[in-house]
């Protein structure tokens, strides 16, 4: 049986997180190569990774509707 159509919010949210999402995957793609041809014998990458973790997390809460008002 397919799914309703979501509503127009929701969509977008949905796309914002893909775009997000996809964003940090490149990102990670990247600086991890860079890491280790710039300096092999110190292992950064995983710090900006990790930063970039919170504010992703927050981004898949709203997305998923975690802060919206509940009347």
Do not use: C, E
Request: proline fraction near 10%; avoid cysteine.
């Amino acid at each position: 049986m397919p799914l309703p159509d979501a509503h127009p919010t929701v969509k977008k949210r949905r796309s914002q997180l893909l775009n997000h999402l996809l964003a940090y995957f490149f990102f990670a793609v990247i600086i991890v190569p860079v890491n280790f041809f710039i300096t092999p014998d110190k292992v950064w990458f995983f710090w900006p990774l990790v930063g970039w973790m919170g504010p992703l997390a927050l981004h898949t809460a709203y997305a998923m509707g975690m802060f919206d008002k509940k009347d």
